[in-house]
């Protein structure tokens, strides 16, 4: 069951998105995050349908993958939208049974919210499937290398994040082991009511925060030992160089929020 | 030939803990000289205090009194002490506690980033690094796809791409299976064989101590054998007095021994053990 989870989970791969330098995909999903949200029709959405697609085919990753992303979020997604078809008004009216009404507004709020967050999800998804966690700690820590000048301490947080992603499967298949143990000596974790399990979940943490508290402290000695003295004076094997296709990925991504928006602007100033 | 690690009269405690414990004497007077280019084990049992020996190696901990010296430099000297842990690398039990990277050779590189290597050399010594523990088709995998045996292997890689003299190893092989000791075992061998790198390995396994030139026998804080295997296994009761054991094939021939059979006392392993039982049957 914990294994499903994906966030952050990084396939090795050559292809044209993973060698993207990874500061330029940050910025790029933003600019996509800021494009799926300006867009306010459903022809914005299949722009940015169009290049999800596109380059989800480009990162050679399949696509099962992504819908294994979008997955654990399902049912909230279709709760939303299931809200949202009953209680939005506006449009044609559908269906009319007592207070319930399906609308065409509704219909379409729905719709367009569930694309909307699937392709969030998807487009995300690809720069973590695509760049290695600490690729992009260190892009960040790179785009965010300005801030040290106000005394951010931009490199102990990127490492404090890189380590933490380190560990995550690490500490999942700690956990699995834990719950194992504590069910052959009868423990009940998956029965009883939602107070019960609160209690039981007890006897999972306290053995996984002990044991992470032994794994920070035998890491910080194994860190000394391999010279580990802070940001100053570093070198990356992590090379970072931006190349012309990454300012064509920017380019590209640009022209896709350009035309979000020129869509958009037709489409309020003709309704 | 000169000593790499010089331990002269090392006493360490560690200090009392808050809720009013007494502070634990650990070693209390170690003398210890490692020649360049040694393979040595350290055997002990728990809290017999093997494990703070290596860790004041290469100044994790400094000593209460006594002195350590590595290559010349002593540990307490807070300058030299970078350069000191580059000489004298440390790999530990657990191979998930000590790879900070999600990519294997960026764990590998880990310490030539911290030690500013430029990085056309560090891409070489990385690639070296990986190749000398057979992980080089492995060098973009993440840690958590690999076996207990490989980490290790990448553990170790991440310490030779250091370039050190001499590296301490403390239970390298204690969380693995037999097919991932070997491969721990072999690494170790060849570095210590093509590199003429000083192995100090701490171990459990009798039959890994067995392998090496020199066993150092540690208890109560003190060192009580210090000899070629061969020897320092011919003390049985002495060994089984401090709540070791000796490899099977010594135990076999004590046992032999102390039946009244002609057996030689120092036996180590079993091509030797079924030498010596061979020729008994054929008297």
């Not at chain 1, 785009?143 to 500490?171: D, N, Q």
């Not at chain 2, 396994?205 to 090496?212: I, K, L, N």
């Amino acid at each position: 069951m914990l294994r499903d989870i994906t966030i952050g989970q990084f396939f090795p791969g050559n292809s044209l998105i993973h060698r993207l330098d990874p500061r330029f995909k940050i910025v790029i999903t933003f600019i996509y995050i800021l494009m799926l949200f300006t867009g306010s029709s459903i022809l914005c959405l299949a722009i940015g349908a169009v290049y999800t697609v596109v380059a989800v085919l480009l990162s050679h990753i399949p696509a099962k993958m992504f819908v294994k992303s979008v997955k654990p979020l399902m049912p909230f997604l279709i709760l939303t939208a299931v809200i949202n078809i009953f209680f939005l008004d506006g449009g044609d009216v559908y269906l009319k049974w007592h207070f319930i009404k399906i609308t065409s507004e509704g219909v379409s709020v729905s719709v367009f919210m569930i694309i909307r967050i699937v392709l969030l999800i998807s487009g995300s998804s690809l720069l973590t499937y695509t760049t290695s966690p600490i690729t992009l700690t260190d892009a960040i820590e790179r785009l965010l290398a300005p801030l040290k000048k106000i005394k951010v301490p931009v490199h102990e947080l990127a490492m404090m994040m890189s380590i933490a992603l380190r560990f995550i499967p690490t500490l999942i298949e700690e956990t699995d082991k834990i719950i194992s143990a504590q069910k052959a000596r009868g423990a009940e974790i998956d029965s009883g009511n939602f107070m019960s399990r609160a209690k039981n979940m007890i006897a999972i943490l306290v053995p996984l925060f002990v044991s992470s508290f032994r794994r920070a402290d035998e890491l910080a000695t194994a860190m000394e030992c391999r010279c580990y003295r802070g940001g100053e004076g570093r070198t990356r094997l992590r090379q970072l160089k931006s190349e012309s296709r990454d300012y064509i990925a920017l380019a590209v991504t640009l022209i896709f929020y350009v035309s979000v928006i020129t869509v958009n602007f037709l489409f309020v100033s003709k309704s | 030939m000169g000593d790499i690690i010089e331990i002269k009269n090392l006493h360490f405690s560690y200090p009392a803990s808050e809720d009013g414990g007494k502070p634990v004497e650990v070693l209390k007077g170690v003398d210890l000289e490692i020649k360049n280019g040694e393979f040595i084990a350290v055997l002990g049992h728990n809290g017999s205090g093997k494990s703070t020996l290596a860790k004041l190696m290469n100044g994790i901990l400094v000593p209460e009194s006594g002195k350590v010296i590595v290559d010349g430099t002593d540990t307490t000297d807070e300058e030299k002490i970078f350069e000191l842990r580059c000489r004298v690398g440390m790999v530990f039990q657990n191979p998930d506690n000590q790879i900070v990277s999600s990519i294997v050779e960026e764990d590998v590189a880990f310490a030539l980033e911290n030690l500013g290597v430029p990085y056309e050399e560090m891409r070489r010594r990385v690639d070296d690094s990986l190749k000398a523990v057979n992980m080089y088709e492995y060098r973009l995998h993440s840690p958590a796809q690999l076996s207990g045996g490989q980490k290790q292997r990448v553990a170790i890689a991440g310490i030779i791409a250091m370039k050190p003299k001499c590296i301490i190893l403390d239970e390298p092989t204690a969380m693995l299976d037999p097919q991932g000791r070997r491969e721990v075992m072999n690494v170790i061998r060849k570095m210590n064989r093509e590199q003429g790198i000083t192995i100090v390995l701490i171990t459990h396994y009798m039959d890994e101590a067995a392998q090496c030139d020199r066993v150092v026998v540690m208890d109560k804080g003190r060192i009580v054998l210090d000899d070629v295997p061969r020897t320092v296994f011919s003390h049985v009761e002495q060994v089984k007095a401090i709540g070791l054991d000796v490899p099977q094939a010594t135990e076999l021939a004590w046992r032999l021994r102390k039946a009244g059979f002609d057996i030689p006392a120092e036996i180590i392993n079993e091509q030797e053990c079924v030498d010596a039982l061979v020729k008994l049957f054929d008297k």
